[in-house]
């Protein structure tokens, strides 16, 4: 978070207007129009949803926009930045204004390939933090579309969009201070719509776009593989070749990331237990713990978003930092699979805000353990609660509605109303097909069936055999 912005500055007051922008959206769902059209509803949603981001043009941006600005930089230099952190003196002929804006100086690049070429290419167009913030709106303006499109292959009604869409959660720290998360979740988004058009050699690309801008995507990877596509899982791979221009890392290509992964934690909710019983062991068994949780979703539950859903939220629980922004990963499921839980805690960021202090060399937050109680507490009593109760938010769908279904009509000596039952199927959207089993008729029953188009079968009498 920029503490040298609003939260920092003003800290009482944004705390209240962000807590008043969720009155605001619950508001907004309870009045939503729904009488208008699904066109005018979209073209609402979205028009809105781009005038509030506008006015987050303004908001500070946060200090890893500079690192993108600065890696970008580098690169363009001929500068490789996983060789080199911030402080490395040998970077000191190249120091620019946005060095002094970067924290944690003294760690080198823990992005991914792909998308430290892709600030390299905004940086050689321009070294505007405004800049570099408008390109990563962009790709959340994008990801509503995508959610809408994903609503309606499910029949989920419009009015949800806004959970995304509207979240003052997105508006600031995407809109606001500009992290990367929303690239990430693009291709996260479009990896799972374009799985639903079953263009699943498209959909393993993408999905490995979004691992190579974020390494958290690849734990989809087991939910997309099935035995029909398993061949084209290996495209997944293409967007790696972004590691060509960076092999002479070695080792220290990953060496920022497991530092971040293992001897850093912030705003964490399971880890803290997890240190509290196995100290320096913890990490180990949390990596444990979540990979029986992804097995667990993978043999439970055979819809591939829901699964992407269940995999990100317990992946979110292990994690050992939890800034606020880490929580987008998860908002545009919740557009598809309303969670009390999950809102509660976008809302509950809040008591992240008061820090006692950022260490200027490093960046790193001095949190208040003790407001973790109003932030975890309520969190995971609800999420609990609705396990145990079953009393989701709104309407969820385990399964993608079916497209073509074939009707089965059993029949014995009905040639006087075959005709009707078999002209109203006609009117249902759907219908692949119409099959008569009849159970030895006397009458023409049959023969009406197959003048109006049905399959007909014979079959021993008796419904459930027919």
Known sequence: MSHNGPVGKHLFLFSMLYSGSFILLWLLYRTFPDEWSVRDQFIFILCTAILCRFFFLGFPASYDVNRYVWEGYLVNQDINPYLHAPSDPVLKPFVTDIWHNINHKDASACYPPMVILFFSVLSGISQS????????????????????????????????????????????????????????????????YMLDLKKDGWSFFILGCAVMSKYYAIILFPFFVNSKNWKKAIILFVPFVSYLP????????????????TAMHYNDSMAVLLRLFFGSNAVLISLMLLTICIVFIFLVVHDTMRSSYLAFASLLIFLPTLHPWYLVLLTPFLVLFPSRAWLY??????????????????????????????????????????????????????????????????????????????????????????????????????????????????????????
């Open 129 to 192: 933090p405004l800049f570099f913030k408008s390109v990563i709106i962009l790709f959340d303006i994008a990801v509503i579309p995508l959610l809408a499109l994903m609503m309606r292959f499910r029949k989920i009604d419009l009015k949800y969009l806004i959970i995304y869409a509207l979240n003052p959660l997105i508006l600031v720290f995407i809109a606001g201070e500009g992290h990367l998360d929303a690239i990430h979740v693009f291709f996260i988004c479009l990896s799972l």
């Open 345 to 466: 805690l976008h809302f509950a960021v809040i008591f992240t805000f008061p820090v006692l202090s950022v260490e200027s060399n490093t960046g790193i937050f001095q949190e208040l353990y003790w407001l973790k109680g109003f932030e975890y507490l309520p969190f995971f009593t609800l999420l609990v609660f609705d396990f145990v109760k079953q009393r989701p938010f709104s309407y969820r769908r385990s399964f993608r509605p079916v497209k073509n279904i074939s009707v089965v009509v059993p029949v014995l000596n009905e040639s006087e109303n075959i005709s009707g039952a078999l002209d109203s199927q006609k009117k249902e959207k759907g219908i692949l097909e119409t099959v008569v089993v009849d159970g030895g008729s006397s009458d023409n029953t049959r023969e009406v069936a197959e003048n109006l188009g049905a399959v007909v079968l014979e079959a021993e009498r008796g419904r459930g055999l027919q």
């Open 246 to 261: 960076f092999l002479d890392s070695g080792p220290e290509l990953f060496s920022s990331l497991i530092n971040f992964g």
